[in-house]
């Protein structure tokens, strides 16, 4: 029986994960080189929605104090930078992605996977996030660096999308975003480039958005939850880019050949979940095993669709660079979405892919994912009748994760899914 | 008993139990008024009553309030005015309202929204997202748009058209409003011995429930009675309180703070009832004016974030102006923009040798002990140094 066994492997090590290594090995080095050669400027920006074609047009660096945050997090190095922020200030409460940057920004930047540079600018892409205006100010404190304030208008209209004024406000500043790069690099825009980075966007969403599709299948050749992590940084980092257009190249091959081969991320499939809010990065992999062990794959997840939605047909049209850039902002992303788009999300992912049951990882630092998922839980376990688990701990304070507790409750819930499919006659 | 003090007896109950049941009764008596709640911090109450309607403070729930349902909705580490401003819904105490709006002041306010839109389909729920750029070309263009196409959703709910007539009128009643305030916050300003903060909260509370016009009679009356009073100054020390502005602390742990030896000369309390440092001008658009007094002449707060200045300068030129001695911060718990604005606050603070306490509370709580006495050991470090 699954409950007793142990782990299953779940590590997949194909050609897409050596490709990864290598150009965010490179993305990195860059990093490196222009903290500390000073070859290249650096535009710090957050993941969710972010205008990293813009970026690319100038040939500066897009920095993400998110990736920062997370990597030291995977890399285990994240608490002391933690501390050191509680001890100038920050609270218990504050998001933890914040002091673990912060922490990190105000020594010599050196990390287990780069140097951070200093930013030429801090282009606070505000997309959903409050805590994003806060962290940004803060960083712009820290270093008297140039900020702008990139304001886009949450998603607040019944009908889910944004109105005209909205958009022709995002483009009108992203245009005053162009002066800005146009007077730190000291080149103006070049369309053409431009217009190209904006094309190999598009092709490169519609490659990740066909990968995403790829879960729809039994077996899910991969889990859209542990393993879309893998090719999110190069979604954010390198959208636009030739490098980055091959990687979802070769990623889509190599998972199309997995759905021929009817193979998934575990020797056996036995529970489709979809799953909401940001990993646990400091435990990423003790977590995955908590639902490996049971044969529990996930289809779906909110959280591969902070930084763009385009599983549901968005696409960047180089015709219109910058409206589209504006789109993807304010409408093609999942943190711009009021909470209730969110349970719509949901919803089709659990009836398009497929998915029997729900679980919720609830993170104290996140609140713009978590307040109100006791919400969420009771609207699809009392209007939709769908098992679901809320859980908590934390996307970055390793202090939040509580193994035995997590264990037992996942368990527990699987445990009580697996008697259901026994009555139900072993179909779930 | 003077006509002050009748106020302020006529007015604690309720503050410190039900506020919204005044307009509870308020409503039994005009059944066909129309009440719309507003979520702190700041709303363009005008908007609403320019549509004929009564904009109404929903500032969450006090220390009376069990919260027996919506601790399941909204987690353990979200501030307690989400949670009671949900369950004040959930109980039925909004049911008076004919609509409710929310700001984009933080996360957890923005998805209490979206989860009063789901759960109380009855109510139109609305959502005003602010500009957080304050250096664009285009930010003020932005907001009258958004501020437009509010007008037009409170036009549905009023039944009638909203002119610009209408929107003038109003402006110039909270623009009476607003000075009738500021001219009670000088008095605290400069002589705090005729004024306490307690009083002038509950002042400044009333009119954040009750329609303006009796609000304003109200403070009228008040400030002359105040400005009669000359009392003598006891030994306390000055500061400036702040980060108060969503979630509020109960009367009496704000009268526990004078009373453990200092006057507050100024605070940021209801701080978006008092938004803006002039008028807003009633020439022209009326609309435009409402949407540029927002991006030009309001005040600082924690959830507005102007990369013109670093808020703590403001703190400091505050504290400067009014000649306080020292800083006191006063922060919800798990409130996200005030504890982030410590950080900044504290180093800016300690680099210009301004002495400040920082303090954390919660609406509902009922223990005042530990507030006072560290506010009693900080004063006396600043008498006897
Ligand atoms: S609150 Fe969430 S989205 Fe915002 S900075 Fe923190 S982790 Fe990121
Ligand atoms: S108290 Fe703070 S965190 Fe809570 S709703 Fe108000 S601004 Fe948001």
């Keep these: 029986m699954a409950q007793t066994g142990t782990a299953e492997k779940t590590q997949y090590q194909g050609q897409m994960h050596l490709l990864q290594k290598e150009i965010m090995g490179r993305y990195f080095e860059r990093l490196t080189r222009a903290a500390e050669q000073g070859d290249g400027k650096a535009v710090y920006m957050l993941i969710s929605g972010n205008p990293v074609e813009l970026v690319h047009a100038f040939d500066m660096i897009p920095v993400y104090p998110e990736i920062n945050a997370l990597q030291l997090a995977v890399k285990k190095v994240a608490l002391p930078f933690i501390q050191k922020a509680e001890e100038i200030g920050y609270s218990m409460d504050n998001c933890a992605y914040v002091k673990a940057d912060v922490g990190m920004f105000l020594g010599d930047r050196k990390t287990p996977f780069a140097t951070i540079p200093l930013p030429s600018l ?59 790069c146009e007077r730190l690099t000291g080149k103006k825009l070049d369309w053409a480039k431009f217009r190209k980075i904006v ?114 047909g968005f696409k960047h049209d180089a015709n219109r660079p910058l409206e589209s850039i504006a789109q993807h902002m304010l409408q093609w992303n999942v943190t711009n979405r009021n909470f209730l788009q969110r349970y719509e999300q949901i919803k089709r992912y659990v009836n398009e892919w497929s998915a029997n049951a729900l679980v919720i990882h609830s993170v104290k630092s996140c609140r713009l994912f978590s307040a109100g998922q006791g919400d969420m839980r009771e609207y699809f376990t009392k209007e939709l009748d769908l098992p679901t688990l809320l859980i908590e701990s934390d996307i970055e304070d390793p202090r939040y994760f509580s193994e035995a507790q997590l264990k037992n409750r996942i368990d527990a819930f699987f445990e009580s899914l697996e008697h259901k499919k026994l009555v139900r006659g072993g179909t779930a | 008993m003077t006509n002050l003090e009748k106020v302020i007896s006529r007015y ?157 009128q109003s402006l110039s009643v909270y623009n009476q409003q607003r000075k009738l305030l500021r001219e009670l916050y000088a008095i605290r300003a400069e002589k705090p011995q005729n004024l306490s903060t307690v009083e002038s909260y509950i002042l400044t509370r009333i009119g954040t429930i009750l329609p303006a016009e009796e609000h304003i009679a109200i403070l009228e009356e008040s400030l002359g009675e105040i400005r009669q009073r000359n ?39 209801l701080v978006g009832y008092r938004f803006f440092t002039q008028d807003v001008p009633l020439e022209g658009d009326p609309i435009r004016n409402l949407a540029e007094s927002y991006i030009n002449r309001s005040v600082f707060s924690g959830v507005k974030h102007d990369s013109r200045e670093p808020k703590s300068k403001h703190l400091i030129d505050r504290f400067k102006e009014t000649g306080a001695a020292a800083v006191m ?57």
């Design chain 1, 122 to 180: 801090i282009l606070c892409n505000y997309v959903g996030c409050n805590v994003y205006l806060q962290w940004f100010e803060h960083l712009a404190e820290n270093c008297n660096g140039e900020i702008y304030n990139l304001d886009v208008p949450f998603l607040r209209e019944p009908s889910g999308v944004p109105s005209q004024q909205d958009v022709e406000y995002v483009v009108r500043q992203l245009e005053e975003v162009i002066e800005a």
């Design chain 1, 199 to 312: 094309a190999l966007s598009g092709e490169t969403g519609e490659l990740w958005s066909k990968i995403k599709a790829l879960t729809k299948n039994v077996p899910s050749p991969y889990d859209a939850y542990f393993d879309s992590v893998t090719m999110m940084a190069p979604l954010y980092c390198l959208r636009g880019t030739e490098d980055g257009l091959r990687f979802f190249e070769t990623a889509l091959t190599e998972m199309e050949e997995k759905v021929r081969m009817g193979t998934g991320p575990l020797p056996e499939e036995r529970f489709r979940f979809v799953i909401e809010g940001p990993p646990p990065w400091p435990y990423l992999k003790t977590f995955r095993d908590m639902f490996s062990k049971w044969g529990a794959v996930a289809v779906a997840s909110t959280y591969s669709t902070v930084g763009g939605l385009w599983e549901f």
């Design chain 2, 12 to 168: 604690r109950e309720p503050l410190e139990t039900y506020p919204l049941d005044l307009m509870v009764e308020w409503k039994k008596n005009h059944p066909s008024r129309k009440l719309i709640g507003c979520y702190p911090v700041y709303t363009p109450a005008e908007l609403i009553h320019a549509g004929g309607m009564i904009p109404v403070g929903v500032i969450g729930g006090g220390n009376r309030l069990e919260i027996a349902h919506a601790d399941s909705r909204f987690q353990s580490f979200v501030c307690s005015i989400v949670k009671s401003t949900l369950e004040l819904g959930m109980v039925g105490r909004l049911d008076f309202l004919d609509g409710i709006v929310f700001h984009s002041i933080c996360d957890p306010a923005r998805n209490l929204g979206s989860v009063f839109k789901r759960n109380f389909p009855r109510l139109m729920v609305e959502y005003i997202h602010f500009p957080q750029n304050m250096t664009s070309r285009h930010t003020v263009d932005y907001l009258t748009a958004e501020y437009r196409r509010l007008k037009t959703s409170y036009e549905q709910v009023a039944g009638r058209p909203i002119t610009d007539d209408d929107i003038r």
């Design chain 2, 231 to 269: 009392e003598k100054p006891k030994d306390r020390i000055k500061v400036v309180l702040e980060g108060s502005f969503c979630e509020q602390p109960p009367l009496e742990l704000i009268e526990g703070l004078e009373a453990a030896g200092c006057y507050i000369l100024d605070d940021d309390f």
């Design chain 2, 329 to 385: 911060i006063l922060a919800a718990k798990f409130c996200e923009p005030a504890l982030f604005d410590y950080a900044l606050y504290k180093r800016a603070l300690e680099t210009a040798g301004i002495p400040h306490l920082y303090l954390e509370f919660e609406e509902k709580m009922w223990i005042f002990d530990k507030a006072r006495s560290e506010v009693e050991t900080f004063v006396e470090s600043m008498l006897f140094d």
